[in-house]
């Protein structure tokens, strides 16, 4: 579905930018892009995809911070024990 919105969306611009038509041709697309963008029923659908994103956000962030700060501790461990034992870190190309 959303390959499909993208590809909706990529040929409309790209009529929008190679159109011969003019600038009245580009006003009549705005126009309707508009009206399609500012009905009811697009707005519901809208709000109803941010509200479950921000659902999905507010459920997964406390897995992300975990996971995130399990790697950091890891690796500040690895990094102390290659202080510790001496170990110089081989410089990166």
Do not use: C
Not at 60 to 71: C, F, H, L, R
């Amino acid at each position: 579905m959303q390959g499909r919105i993208m590809f909706v969306a990529g040929a409309a611009v790209g009529y929008v930018l190679g159109s011969r038509a003019g600038r009245r041709r580009y006003e009549q697309i705005k126009s309707a892009a508009d009206r399609v963008w500012n009905d009811r029923n697009v707005q519901k659908g809208v709000n109803s995809a941010v509200g479950q994103v921000q659902g999905f956000v507010k459920e997964q962030a406390p897995k992300v911070e975990d996971a995130v700060t399990g790697q950091a501790k890891k690796i500040v461990s690895k990094v102390k024990k290659s202080d510790a034992a001496g170990d110089e870190p081989s410089p990166s190309i």
